[in-house]
């Protein structure tokens, strides 16, 4: 059974950093994306980052939403199998419950819900002004 479990969310002040964490157990794909997605009351969720995990089909690659360039990263240890988002820059409008997923794809460059079937319960990440 997959489980994806995330943490490292929090509060902090606009200009701060986190690192959100998502432990993966019960599988490896070897060829297919883990990614982060956020989700602000009364919006739809969104592709903040993706990273192919494996050593085929792109392995190694990685996206990112326009929000997220040069402010994000996204990193993949492979020996946990631990996907990371480092959040530099923070802003309000960060504000959101940041979910891990696995399994997907990433089509012409957008990371798209609907075509990750796995995912995490989500962490609260707060930035106040």
């Known amino acids: 059974q997959v489980q994806l479990v995330e943490s490292g969310g929090g509060s902090v002040q606009a200009g701060g950093s986190l690192k959100l964490a998502c432990a993966a157990s019960?599988?490896?794909?070897?060829?297919?994306?883990m990614a982060w997605f956020r989700q602000a009351p009364g919006k739809e969720r969104e592709g903040v980052a993706a990273?192919?995990?494996?050593?085929?089909?792109?392995?190694?690659?990685?996206y990112y939403a326009d929000s997220a360039k040069r402010r994000f990263t996204i990193s993949h240890d492979n020996t946990t199998n631990t996907l990371y988002l480092e959040m530099n820059d923070l802003r309000p409008d960060d504000t959101a419950m940041y979910y891990c997923?696995?399994?997907?794809?990433?089509?012409?460059?957008?990371?798209?819900?609907?075509?990750?079937?796995?995912w995490g319960q989500g962490t609260q990440v707060t930035v106040s002004s």
């Open positions: 997923a696995a399994g997907g794809d990433v089509h012409v460059g957008r990371i798209m819900p609907k075509v990750f079937p796995y």
């Open positions: 019960g599988y490896s794909f070897t060829s297919n994306a």
């Open positions: 990273i192919y995990t494996g050593f085929y089909r792109g392995g190694g690659s990685i």
